[in-house]
């Protein structure tokens, strides 16, 4: 039987890194962080968020203009075939 090696590497991003440091600093009161609002505090996990709703929406915006591509040669293929039977029957 032959041997299989899995290798797992995980760790945090560095977005999330700082978003770790910059609560920790407003909790406990530390630099000039404290003075800062919590939005702000919040912000690089909102930015990664905001990546990934990113990547969600083009997909979206990708698979919706595929669709609207295929519907629209569907629809030509259908007048194409329509007008064909109109003069063939005209022929006949």
Not at 65 to 80: D, I, P, Q, S, T
Request: hydrophobic share 55%; charged share 15%.
């Amino acid at each position: 039987m032959s041997e299989h090696k899995t290798e797992v590497y995980g760790g945090f991003s560095w977005l999330g890194l700082l978003g770790i440091i910059f609560v920790l600093c407003k909790i406990f009161e530390y630099g000039p962080i404290a003075l800062w609002s919590w939005w702000l505090v919040l912000l690089p996990f909102y930015v990664g968020l905001a990546i990934i709703f990113g990547i969600l929406a083009a997909g979206l915006g990708v698979a919706g203009l595929l669709y609207g591509f295929v519907a629209v040669a569907e629809a030509w293929e259908r007048r194409k075939n329509a007008n064909a039977r109109q003069k063939w029957t005209k022929k006949c």
